[in-house]
DNA sequence: GCGCACAATATTGTATGCAATATGCGGATG
DNA sequence: CATCCGCATATTGCATACAATATTGTGCGC
């Protein structure tokens, strides 16, 4: 996997643009996990300096989905075992409230943006773009999260989606690859009728779920992320 | 309030270094909300170029506890009314739980680390620093979350204590002045009794009553900075 | 005396150059 | 032939110079 695009884009990025977008791509999974972001070709992609590039990439490494080693350079994080556990059990703690609230504030308004969201993430997956369907699956929450007019919590969740995004490409399993949308239609449908109770346990179930797709299995956690890259090869 | 020091501190500090030094002593309410953080100046007092500022102060302000105006500068940040409210919403959210978890994992090291902090605490406090007082109840509580294994909860709640000490360096009000050390002494019991429900309805009402112990009417939210400026001299 | 425009100053934003460090290759050596 | 050491190269770390922008002070006109 490279980052070399054909041609170089415009000059103007600033650092949060750059920051998104690099953001963006993790979350479709066009960057996979342990991928290299060098500052002079990340430089040369966007035609700024090192400066606005280091920028952004300290400002993903402070939501812990790039990882900076020192003198050695930025990758995409691969967060542990244990620490995709962590994730999704934070997110099953704070999530089915956040659903709750949601649900007590919606307006119709909200509810027809959700229902959008539903309908590009089927059209993304018709279209074969997973990543993309990933992406727009991953802002359904968080549109959740803004909903229930509490910005400390969306905060908190956004960067929980990102790594989400990143733990579902390090261990997702493939056997169940049941789609997630009938999930989120139930959700909407709870949170449109105000039901806060119905909607803070759809959200859990909803998460209980994703978490047992996961291959979350005892490794050893030394050298785990070796041990991750060596795996894909040993099965056949 | 100025930032400029007798002497010059060494040159060996770190961006992470200036980062938790300023940390701290935001913590310790030495640097009220508002206050200008000049980046020459910092540079000049630990004797590092600006980048290094630069970085710290990013990371600074990626915890909420530094806020940076483009072309202005960075200032401590003064989290408005809403969020106060929304910081301890979540606080109330996570910490009874994880005091929880605490309460399972703990073994005597941990409590003995406990009790050493409140020791700590105490002897601060009657020294009149109330600022270091302050700090260590933060830790008192980061000390908690530490102990449930839960590093993912850890570093949010480390973030939101951060702010906390913010929140309360605005909206504390001083007809409370409740010294919190008894909460934080039954907490070690029910911790060290590994009772998980006890632990968890303590941490619960302990952060009510910190919560309550603001003063969270209304206020204009317009320029508060300034009126919160000049309030202070408005007394006498 | 008051208000406004403009200039001077100070501070931040960005780029770039040099230094420090890790990595990989090649030759020497056992 | 394998291993180890040292050098060449590439990349990041840090500092500084320059550009852009906000703020403040001054003077002019009214």
Redesign the interface.
Known sequence: MTLTTAKSVAANATANTIAQALSRAIHEHRLAPGTKLGEDELSDIYGVSRTIVR?AL??LA?QQIVEIKRNRGAFVAQPSL??AQ??F??RE??EP?TARAAALHATPADIALLKDHITQEHAAMDAGESGRALYLSGKFHLEIARMAK????AD?INVLIARSSLIIALYWRRESALCESQAHHALINAIGDNNGALSEELMQSHLVDLHSALNLKELPAVEQDLRAMLLGDAKP
Do not use: D, G, M, P
């Not at 509490?150 to 919590?153: K, S």
């Open positions: 920028t300290q400002s402070h244990a620490k962590e994730v059990e934070v703690l704070l409230r509490q910005q400390t919590i908190i």
